[in-house]
């Protein structure tokens, strides 16, 4: 793969940990549940760190970083919608970072997707404890 589109797939992946950090930030605050919202809060910091770790992928290999975001879903006001919201975030990144970490042949990026692949995977664990928690 050429290094034109390992910089683009880690802009979107960066963008994507953007958006992520922006929406629990958001959902932190307003959550009606000390625990949800510790959680959610502790998550959209690891966002802020896969960040850094992606910015420094893409100027390493000669990229800048895209800021640039789409108009945000927070999946809604309850706890329920924000934690549906948090955990379909964190399956569309563990899909797309599965499917990078079999395309991209450069080494360390993969070490650093891994990496991000599985805190992203605790993550949507977190969240859907707290979703089931609420179902009972």
């Not at 960040?51 to 100027?59: E, Q, R």
């Not at 329920?80 to 563990?94: C, D, W, Y």
């Not at 599985?118 to 089931?132: A, G, I, P, T, Y």
Request: hydrophobic share 40%; glycine share 6%.
């Amino acid at each position: 793969m050429e290094v034109e589109e390992i910089i683009r797939l880690l802009n979107e992946d960066f963008v994507g940990e953007i958006e992520a950090t922006l929406i629990y930030v958001r959902n932190a605050f307003i959550m009606d549940q000390c625990d949800s919202s510790r959680v959610t809060e502790d998550i959209a910091i690891d966002e802020m760190r896969h960040m850094n770790w992606l910015a420094d992928l893409i100027v390493k290999r000669g990229g800048k970083p895209t800021m640039g975001h789409k108009e945000l879903d927070f999946g809604g006001d309850d706890l329920r919608s924000q934690l549906e919201k948090q955990i379909a975030l964190e399956t569309e990144g563990i899909e797309k970072y599965k499917q990078q970490i079999d395309a991209i042949d450069d080494a360390e990026v993969v070490g650093v997707l891994k990496h991000i692949l599985d805190e992203e995977k605790r993550h949507r664990k977190e969240f859907r404890m707290r979703l089931e928690r609420i179902n009972e």
